[in-house]
């Protein structure tokens, strides 16, 4: 049994458990996940339906059969054509009206609408009732296509702060194209979101797009990038100075962020909730006085998607398990004046929890990698 | 009045046409189309709320405020934070309960879900409705942007018959990189979709990936790809062979497509339907005896999406209007044996259709470009 086979028994018996007739899985990381199928979503309808208890379906459009049927160990795979459209496969497929059907989260709108419409007495939910929890713990698949990938991730970061001062003078777009162009050489495939290089003021926006901001002497710079390898991503953040004095306040709020960073990796274990990981590293940057300044959350889980279940905010009640992973990246952001992140992706292990990614912490380049 | 603003602007009197209360528009290309912010979907819900007799409002997850600020005409920006959610700034956005909303067609059924939670009693539609018919007709802004992604894409296509015999013995794969480098070096941005690069049999698949196969003499390669300028995408196919002979029967279809193509080019104009439009192509192919090797429509829209309204397909009812961009690419597939498939893009003009790209329709790359 491959483990995409694997995973679909195992989200079959939660359908039984959740009083649902059927999955319908549009194109997208569920899909993938049971399927092996990495379809594009298009106004062509593609859809996996996953019964309680008899074998799933594929409905593709005939042109994508054949790419289909080698992606995946599903055996019953119904092309449909552009002059008839998908209904008349759909009715075939449809022989009895379910009473209740998951949809993928991320299902258009417009392909679930058709199904209410085609089902008006039908109840419905979302696919994530019944695949999220398997999706939470990474197989062994999943673990070592997560390792590979922070490990691109990990030496880009190195290649990076090798750099030393020559990364002065440089645009933060310049840099963001060294980075993408190191994370290839490392073995990843592309990236998994836009490089952020966030120099100087720049850095007190979380999400800064970047610029033709020249690096100078003494800024700190805010990375965070990530590749993928075998679909799966990394994602971590180090906050660096390439020479120079970093400005006034600097170093205080910097401790305050890698302590954080290290209180929120230290309290992650079975058992305990997110929210109490949250707390663990905002407790630190609150008690340092930068509270009102960490203006996200603390972290999120990482698997198909980059960002995904278990998210790690304040209040949250999910109890982490072994195999979730996700980043510990808290931050404090100073308008006009800079910004502090760091972030690694973590495993949650039988006893504790171990790092995926293991580049310095420190911000000064200078110092030993 | 920015080009933005007037789209919405027209949206609005149409919501009032179709007697909805308002639009609700996560992101995608209707949400670009009116405000001009290029978000990605994720699971912080970032929308566009457009009520048909008030200004829009756009309710964003604080870390993206001040980069969607920046993008938009749109004045009333609402920021949510992560600890509190979306949920109290939509409670204040939706001070009044509406009887019809039209929605992204692409909004993730999560969110679609939740909507229809919140607003039991009302009923609900597709944005389509409303937008869509703006979004045929091309304004000024997009025909600009289609003519120069055109270009792009033309100028590579003559680099790529430029090649000659020189591309006898190199994968389809390295093909599509030069394809991807080339497109890059003529303005373009990456790529509209993966270059299709089918070499021999492989061109009897009309979506195949590109492989390993070696390019041989003989071969007919099918060549379809397109990149984006301002947004705005090309896609242009054509069927060539680089050296030797071509195999047995390849001329007879050749010239079936060819013909085929240039008579749903020629049948394109103002009032004409999209059925005919197939028709007239379609007709050329079947009276040549393939009728049942043309396994896909003759064409699609073309604008924000690749693939989008109106859609030339058979029985199409469409009417075609000044404005309309859509491709017309016919295509024959023989199993095992070869493909070929001939696309323009054209746009309609005041009495007829325009093409939007002018390479060579001949096979033999030895022939003038």
């Not at 054509?81 to 075939?92: I, R, S």
């Not at 003021?201 to 999400?207: K, L, R």
Request: aromatic share 6%; charged share 30%; with cysteine.
């Amino acid at each position: 049994m491959t483990p995409f086979e694997r995973r679909t028994r195992r989200a079959q018996s939660r359908l039984g458990a959740v009083g649902a007739d059927a999955l319908v899985l549009t194109p997208g990381p569920n899909l993938y996940y049971l399927s092996g199928v990495d379809a594009e979503q298009s106004e062509r309808l593609t859809c996996l339906i996953v019964p309680a208890d008899d074998d799933p379906t594929l409905v593709v459009p005939s042109l994508e059969a054949p790419t289909v049927r080698t992606a995946t160990w599903v055996e019953d795979v119904q092309p449909w054509d552009d002059d008839t459209g998908p209904e008349p496969v759909l009715d075939e497929v449809w022989d009895a009206a379910p009473s209740r059907l998951l949809l993928a989260d991320r299902m258009w709108t417009r392909f679930s609408f058709e199904l209410q419409r085609r089902f008006p007495n039908a109840s419905f939910g979302l696919a994530s009732e019944a695949v999220g929890p398997l999706r939470r713990r990474k197989d062994d698949l999943e673990r070592d296509a997560l390792r590979a990938a922070a490990r691109a991730a990990d030496a880009t970061m190195r290649d990076v702060r090798a750099l030393g001062d020559e990364a002065i003078g440089h645009t933060e777009a310049n840099l963001a194209a060294f980075i993408e162009e190191r994370l290839d050489a490392h073995g990843g495939t592309g990236v998994a979101f836009e490089p952020i290089v966030a120099a100087g003021p720049n850095g007190a926006d979380p999400h800064h797009e970047n610029g033709d901001r020249e690096i100078r002497a003494g800024d700190p710079v805010v990375l965070d990038f990530g590749t993928r390898i075998d679909r799966y991503p990394s994602d971590t953040t180090r906050t660096v100075v390439f020479g120079g004095e970093p400005p006034t306040g600097f170093e205080a709020v910097y401790t305050a962020v890698r302590e954080a960073q290290a209180a929120g990796v230290a309290a992650a274990e079975p058992g305990v909730t997110t929210g109490a990981v949250d707390r663990a590293a905002r407790s630190v940057i609150e008690e340092a006085g930068y509270g009102d300044r960490f203006v996200h959350r603390t972290g999120h889980g990482v698997g198909l998607d980059v960002h995904e279940e278990p998210y790690v905010v304040a209040g949250g009640d999910v109890e982490l398990e072994a195999g979730m992973v996700f980043s510990v990246e808290p931050g404090v952001y100073l308008p006009d004046r800079f910004g502090v992140r760091i972030e690694d992706l973590v495993v949650i292990s039988d006893d504790g929890a171990e790092r995926l990614n293991d580049t310095d912490h420190g911000w000064n380049v200078d110092d030993a990698t």
